[in-house]
């Protein structure tokens, strides 16, 4: 870590105003944009986006170096109160049969084509469908294909494993793969 993110840190932990501030302006925009992914209404991102804040402020002193940077920290603290936030609110899902053996046959190599959202059409598509996933479906596939993360970011952001988190975004974009062709038949 750089000594311009420990001064930042041990302003933070002073509880500095300053600190904060430059917090806001470092990170906010990124911080804004993920949680407006998520959440989706634009008032309701401004609220979430102050609650990260709070509580990222609050709980610096927990954070670990040693674990993740400073802006992966901050990412998993926006996905959660997110995630929580829709939670709260019980928008409408699809409920998806996970059984469904017609989703495990989908070769990989057709959804890497048919994902590659290189057409308008695609993208809209893909959008309008994202808004029936489960909120944390949602968060992952916004991270993987919008925020272009790692899945190693991605594990540590949803508090898993790397691996756990490849084989769940292979079986959202299945179901993903399976709703958009229904929609379309």
């Known amino acids: ?11 933070l932990c002073r509880q500095e105003r300053k600190a904060q501030q430059r917090m806001l302006q470092t990170y906010g925009d990124l911080v804004f944009a993920q949680v407006a992914s998520i959440v989706g209404c634009q ?5 979430v986006y102050q609650d990260v804040f709070v ?3 609050r709980s610096i002193g927990t954070y670990d170096e040693r674990r993740a940077p400073l802006v992966a920290w901050l990412s998993r603290i926006a ?3 997110s995630l929580n936030y829709l939670r709260c609110r019980c928008l409408p899902v699809i409920p998806i049969d996970e059984s469904d053996e017609d989703v495990e046959s989908i070769p990989d190599e057709t959804l890497d084509q048919f994902f590659q959202l290189q057409d308008e059409d695609a993208v809209q598509s893909l959008e309008k469908t994202l808004e029936f996933l489960p909120p944390d479906d949602l968060a992952l596939v916004t ?10 970011d991605m ?3 949803m508090d898993s494993n790397p691996s756990t988190i490849a084989s ?15 929609s379309h038949s």
């Open 79 to 81: 996905c959660h109160e």
């Open 1 to 11: 870590m750089d000594n311009e993110t420990h001064e930042l840190i041990r302003g």
């Open 43 to 47: 008032e309701d991102a401004e609220e």
């Open 168 to 182: 769940r975004l292979s079986r959202i974009r299945k179901r993903l793969y399976k709703m958009i062709k229904s």
């Open 143 to 152: 991270m993987f294909y919008f925020e272009k993360r790692s899945m190693k």
């Open 155 to 157: 594990a540590y952001i």
């Open 55 to 57: 509580k990222a402020f």
